[in-house]
């Protein structure tokens, strides 16, 4: 029954018997018209002839399939595909559809060899006397009738296509011919298998196993007599017989498809009864059509992979093009496995909706990115968000599916400052003379370094701090962890705004789209510029990865139907910064979760290592939490989501609930970011051995200082003149007590060496007496207030320093 077709012979005797009846009755052969062709041998003779000058040679190219997209832990997120179609092996397929399609289109499907003679002159005959136009095609024809006009549609050749299903002679011979040959080199149950994978049952499903899917919700194996009944009296017309759109004529199909299975004893008596007495309405368990993403359990996360697999450099080899490239995913088969951490995932996903409501109406969002170092695998990217109402994925690139923006970073971009100052030499324990500022009184930032420089300001700059504190010196620790607004903009300047700039872009960080951060005071210094989550979690995972930066990548490998791996370049990553830099960065931010830091109350730094740095915007509109451990690192946004009103007036986050986190009148980046960081970080990393961050080197801790010039006694413009012709800045400070003649230089600050290009600031003498300095603000030492836990109701302190 599943052997071989007949051999080539016969089939060519059953030509001849074709050519014969055709000049006899001299009409309709399968519903087409056919030449009148004379009884003479000479004519019988071309006929043949023509036939045998046919290509003869069938060839079956793989069927376009849906693609996977798979997690690390091999579930799968979502089935991108151009056609809805999945390939089953026959075996997969109930015996019930394979009968229910032999009965129907081809009964003696088994017995003949691609030409049904028997048929076929039931057919001729039926024509000649004017009964029922009925068509002879086999069900191997048929298939290579579909699969003709299928390979033409996938190749974009729309004229090949018409030609495979035009009614003429020509073509049918054609057909013929090549249903010869396919009986020559497959089986059977061969040819059965790749008709029922290929044909188009209606409502956009393309073969048996995505339309038992898309009609009952069950796969092929499953399929009772009356659903593989519905299905194979589709394949004639599948717009008449939908069942969606058209239930009472699908029914009757199948009510035709029943009683054929009877007679040829496919189906008992009884079980052809029960099933009639279905309705087909309620035989349908159809869920409305979405997009790929749309029906994926990790919407966003598939929206980004699908827009990455189509824009990524690093993925030319699906095509040069992202048209080539989705037609490649759509239709190739593919299994594509992504980095993403099901359990991490999860998670995440769970954390920021316990902050932020999914449909919250306080224009409030929240998403988070985890990144692992050293690799740039996205392990999580979770959104609170409805992705059927907003596809926008704001941890992204715009070309990725992000927004053209991004939000600003706030105090984040701090981190970038320690890093170049780190880089240009300044020692482990380096400080630097810190304006005094509080939120009410502003420090001016002016001079040829600020006003008019490159990556500086127009006019002079005013930045103030959340509470007093500043007016001497202050460590490179103390300004970090406190997060000191006047610290950050005074070391922004001695090391150079640019500089601080090209520390973002090397480190990874740009705007969403594409393009570095604007380099402005404001911008890199206390982060007024604009990325994304997933940009911060990449440049924070370079101190994890001690100076080497990965891109971002969510694909781990590209497998095709047969198994075998398309070879991918994989993320780049980079030395970008020098080791010891990072690693005396990653040293200084554990401050920031130690008790004084801005978020400090919530980790046990000496218990599991982790460092980090808050990050909070101008009028308090964004908050953010950037933290990261030796395996992960991980990125909390919480913001508004429209960031100002029509008349460009800044949202702000003071005064808002955060779901189970409670209210708050103020809200910095401690406030809710580093909670629900802190609870996404203990889960996921419960399972790691606790790692420490590689200590500070000697290089790191002894920095790469020069020498400061002896300026004692001199005159304010004598010591200025030599301060920069040592290539530093100078500038004049507070009033000291002194030996030295009022008025001159009593010393500076720093004092012995600093970072070649600072700023040192001249102490001016006031005498011998010890009289009290004029115009100094002291050092704010006073312990800010205690930070209230989250959730216990409004009225969260500031925490100490600039905009956390």
Wanted: glycine share 10%; aromatic share 6%.
């Amino acid at each position: 029954m599943d052997g071989r077709a007949q051999n080539f012979p016969a089939v060519l005797r059953l030509l001849l018997g074709f050519l014969v009846l055709s000049t006899v009755a001299g009409l309709l052969l399968a519903g087409i018209a056919v030449p009148a062709i004379g009884a003479s041998g000479q004519a019988a003779k071309s006929g043949v002839d023509f036939f045998n000058d046919l290509p003869s040679d069938f060839e079956v190219s793989p069927l376009a399939q849906q693609s996977k997209i798979v997690d690390a832990k091999n579930h799968v997120i979502a089935n991108p595909y151009d056609e809805n179609r999945i390939i089953v092996p026959l075996n997969k397929i109930s015996k019930n559809m394979r009968n229910a399609q032999i009965a129907i289109e081809d009964a003696r499907f088994y017995e003949h060899g691609g030409l049904d003679l028997r048929g076929f002159t039931r057919a001729v005959v039926s024509n000649a006397q004017g009964g029922d136009v009925q068509g002879a095609s086999t069900l191997t024809q048929q298939f290579v009738k579909v699969t003709l006009q299928e390979q033409a549609l996938r190749a974009g050749d729309e004229q090949a296509a018409k030609a495979a299903v035009a009614e003429n002679y020509g073509r049918k011979l054609q057909e013929l011919k090549y249903a010869v040959n396919v009986e020559e080199n497959f089986t059977k149950d061969q040819i059965l298998q790749g008709y029922l994978n290929l044909v188009y049952y209606g409502d956009q499903a393309y073969g048996v196993e995505a339309a038992a899917l898309n009609y009952f919700g069950v796969h092929a194996s499953k399929l009772s007599l009356g659903q593989s009944a519905l299905l194979a009296g589709i394949v004639q017309q599948p717009t008449a017989y939908n069942p969606v759109i058209n239930p009472k004529q699908s029914q009757a199909r199948r009510d035709v498809v029943l009683t054929r299975m009877q007679q040829l004893g496919f189906a008992s008596a009884k079980d052809v009864a029960a099933a009639k007495k279905q309705p087909v309405s309620k035989m349908i368990k159809k869920k409305p059509v979405q997009g790929v993403c749309h029906r994926s359990s990790e919407p966003y996360f598939c929206a980004y992979v699908m827009a990455y697999l189509q824009h990524a450099p690093e993925l030319s080899a699906l095509g040069k093009t992202p048209e080539e490239r989705l037609k490649r995913i759509n239709q190739g088969g593919l299994t594509i496995r992504t980095s993403l951490d099901p359990s991490m995932q999860k998670t995440a996903q769970q954390q920021i909706e316990k902050a932020v409501p999914v449909g919250n109406k306080s224009n409030l969002g929240g998403a988070v990115s985890i990144v692992q170092p050293g690799t740039g695998r996205v392990l999580a990217m979770a959104q609170a968000a409805d992705f059927d109402k907003d596809q926008t994925n704001v941890n992204v690139d715009q070309i990725y599916g992000g927004g053209p923006y991004g939000y600003q970073f706030g105090s984040t971009a701090k981190m970038f400052i320690l890093v170049t100052a780190l880089e240009q030499g300044m020692p482990l324990n380096g400080t630097i003379n810190v304006p005094f500022a509080t939120n009410k009184i502003d420090h001016v930032f002016d001079g040829p370094k600020v006003v008019g420089a490159p990556c500086g300001s127009n006019l002079p700059w005013k930045v103030g701090n959340d509470y007093p504190i500043g007016g001497g010196p202050m460590t490179l620790s103390e300004g970090i962890s406190k997060s000191v607004n006047t610290w950050a903009a005074q070391l922004s300047i001695e090391v150079g705004p640019c500089n601080v700039q090209k520390t973002m872009t090397k480190m990874g960080l740009h705007q969403a789209d594409g393009k570095p951060i604007e380099g402005t005071l404001s911008n890199v210094t206390l982060g007024s510029g604009v990325t994304t989550p997933l940009s911060l979690a990449s440049a924070y995972a370079t101190l994890a990865a001690s100076g080497k930066y990965c891109t971002p990548n969510p694909i781990v490998s590209i497998t095709t139907p047969d198994k075998k791996e398309i070879k991918v370049k994989g993320p780049e990553c980079k030395q970008v910064i020098s080791k010891e830099s990072a690693d005396a960065a990653a040293y200084l931010l554990k401050g920031t979760l130690r008790p004084g830091g801005t978020a400090d109350n919530f980790w046990d730094v000496s218990a599991r290592p982790a460092a980090g740095k808050t990050g909070t915007t101008e009028k308090h509109n964004q908050a953010w939490f950037a933290g990261f451990t030796p395996q992960v690192s991980t990125v909390v946004w919480i913001g508004n989501v429209k960031v100002a009103d029509k008349n460009g007036n800044f949202y702000s986050l003071n005064g808002k609930c955060f779901g189970s986190y409670g209210c708050f009148q103020q809200v910095f980046g401690g406030t809710v970011s580093v909670p629900v960081w802190t609870a996404i970080m203990k889960k996921i990393t419960a399972d790691m051995p606790a790692e420490d961050f590689p200590a500070p080197s000697e290089q790191a801790q002894r920095g790469n200082l020069t020498p400061i010039p002896n300026v004692y006694a001199r005159s304010t413009d004598s010591a200025t003149a030599i301060l920069q012709g040592a290539g530093f800045g100078a500038q004049v400070g507070q009033r000291i007590a002194s030996s030295a003649p009022a008025g001159t230089v009593a010393g500076t600050s720093p004092s012995g060496s600093a970072m070649k290009g600072s700023t040192v600031t001249l102490l001016i003498s006031s005498g011998a007496a010890a009289a009290p300095a004029v115009n100094v603000k002291p050092t704010q030492t006073a312990k800010p207030p205690t930070k209230r836990k989250p959730g216990k109701g409004k009225g969260a302190p500031k925490p100490p320093g600039g905009k956390g």
